[in-house]
Nanobody
Framework: QVQLVESGGGLVQAGDSLKLSCVAS????????LGWFRQAPEKEREFVAG????????EYADSVKGRFTISRDNAKNTIYLLMNSLKPEDSGVYYC??????????????WGQGTQVTVSS
């Protein structure tokens, strides 16, 4: 089992920055890729960014490329999502996720409870 706890969400204005964190625990917490997803009201949950175990391979959704940066610190079992130039359409609940296949766009098996991000215009 893997437990994931997100933090860092909040209410910001368009153009601001925000940094999310996710601490992973459990026997397999650092064996695979870790990623971020988001879900806006009445929309499907969507992939935002993923990073493999070594931290050398990252994937991003087209909508966030150039604005968001994912990173991980395996010594702290933590991943981060630095979000710059935030837009109202970035609003939603952001979920941290983990998989065991070590592919940033692979199938994710474990999920956190989510943290709310709201970007006002």
């Amino acid at each position: 089992q893997v437990q994931l706890v997100e933090s860092g969400g909040g209410l910001v204005q368009a153009g601001d920055s925000l940094k999310l964190s996710c601490v992973a625990s459990g026997r397999t917490s650092t064996r695979g890729a870790l990623g971020w997803f988001r879900q806006a009201p009445e929309k499907e949950r969507e992939f935002v960014a993923g990073i493999n175990r070594s931290g050398l391979s990252m994937e991003y959704a087209d909508s966030v490329k150039g604005r968001f940066t994912i990173s991980r610190d395996n010594a702290k079992n933590t991943i981060y999502l630095l979000m710059n130039s935030l837009k109202p359409e970035d609003s939603g609940v952001y979920y941290c996720a983990a998989n065991t296949v070590d592919r940033p766009r692979g199938i994710y098996d474990y999920w956190g409870q989510g943290t709310q991000v709201t970007v006002s215009s």
